[in-house]
């Protein structure tokens, strides 16, 4: 088989959706405009919550969750998360406190949030990790006999189910459209909520304080009254992008259904090698934004090192975790208090995966991957 480059990830994007956002670019409104509000009610509808917020990014969504909240105290944030999800609580002045999660779905769960919970809790953010959903019945109860506010880091999850029930809709839910994502924007984001209050203050925190979007004042008595009721932040999606994503969230199901049937084939196909494969727990579904392998210690950095002299893309989501990270283990935070992120960020391999992978491009992968473990094992 000839040596073919296969890389992490690659968006899909559609010759319809380069010309929905020509169109836009043609029509001269290029910042928040018309489409927000299309791909915000196409999105509110799928999660099943009355409220969804575009933004810049997911980043912006959970500080934005944090804000408008008030939180000031302990936050319980997974270690084994990109930086994101601990920088925002860093940057809203609170603390974040590190919690271990479930070594099979690399999931929090209620007993290692219950495990990190302190007197000065006030939220906790879970991340649903790589494409599946947490276990949210047990997190609910922990979260509702602590009175703790429950933000949901979506980002690497959109269209995963928990007992039926989206991902983002337990909570408040923090959505990722960077291009590794399941639908992408370029750069940008989502907030799901249920409460009207909260959507009210969030879309006037996005805007510089001002509740009033620009295309809703066009149409007002007066148009040229901007006043701010806080001190806002500028975390809008630009019009373009909001086409981009409009358009991309009308192929979810589509570009999900093929990541799920490239799963199962590579599930087939590493069977036979000495490798973990991913693990769905009852009552979840796996959108596999990432499909993610353990493998033994000893020889992983050399294993990654090897597929990717071999033009295979594959990398570690995540090495090191957050804890162990300079600014982190400043805090205080030390190698061992996490042992099973500590292993897991030892042992993870991310392989290739996006929604237009052919079966040459898998069938490389996992001949590079076989090929890699019979020479280090
Ligand atoms: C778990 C998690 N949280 C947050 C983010 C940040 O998302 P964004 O790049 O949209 O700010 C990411 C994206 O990489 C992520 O994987």
């Not at 189910?161 to 924007?185: A, D, E």
């Not at 973990?276 to 009552?283: F, H, K, L, S, W």
Request: with cysteine; hydrophobic share 40%.
């Amino acid at each position: 088989m000839s040596a073919i480059k296969v890389p992490l990830a690659r968006p899909s994007i559609t010759q319809a959706e380069i010309d929905a956002v020509a169109e836009v670019l043609k029509s001269g409104w290029l910042a928040h405009g018309e489409y927000n509000h299309k791909f915000e009610e196409a999105f509110a509808k799928l999660i099943g919550v009355p409220h969804a917020i575009t933004m810049n990014s997911c980043t912006s969504a959970l500080e934005i969750a944090l804000k408008v909240a008030g939180v000031k105290g302990d936050v319980i944030v997974p270690s084994f998360t990109w930086v994101a999800t601990a920088n925002v609580v860093v940057n809203v002045g609170a603390r974040p406190v590190f919690c271990e999660v479930d070594e099979d779905t690399r999931n929090v769960t209620a007993q290692t949030l219950s495990a990190a919970l302190t007197p000065n809790t006030e939220a906790v953010i879970i991340v649903h990790y790589g494409g599946q959903a947490c276990q949210m019945d047990d997190i609910l109860t922990f979260c509702e006999e602590h009175g703790l506010l429950l933000i949901e880091d979506s980002a690497e999850t959109l269209g995963a189910t928990w007992r039926g029930r989206q991902t983002g809709s337990f909570g408040i839910g923090c959505f990722s459209f960077f291009p590794t994502k399941n639908i992408t924007t370029g750069e940008g984001g989502m907030l799901t909520c249920q409460d009207d209050e909260f959507a009210r203050k969030a879309r006037a925190l996005i805007a510089h304080g001002i509740s009033s979007t620009t295309l809703a004042r066009e149409k007002a008595e007066r148009p040229w009254l901007r006043a701010a009721e806080m001190a806002g932040h500028n975390y809008r999606m630009p019009n373009p992008l909001a086409a981009l994503g409009y358009h991309q969230l009308q192929r979810l199901d589509e570009m999900n259904a093929r990541r799920i049937r490239l799963a199962a084939r590579y599930d087939e196909m590493l069977g036979d090698l000495p490798v973990e494969t991913p693990v769905v727990a009852d009552g979840a579904t796996h959108v596999y934004q990432m499909y993610t392998i353990l493998t033994d210690p000893d020889i992983r950095d050399e294993l990654l090192r090897y597929m990717r002299s071999e033009n295979i893309g594959a990398s570690a989501h995540f090495d090191p975790p957050v804890h162990l990270q300079p600014f982190y283990a400043g805090l205080g935070w030390n190698e061992g208090d996490l042992p099973i992120t500590e292993r897991l960020s030892r042992r993870i391999i991310t392989l290739p995966m996006y929604p237009d992978m052919t079966h040459q491009e898998q069938d490389r992968v996992v001949e590079v991957l076989r090929a890699g473990l019979e020479r280090l094992l």
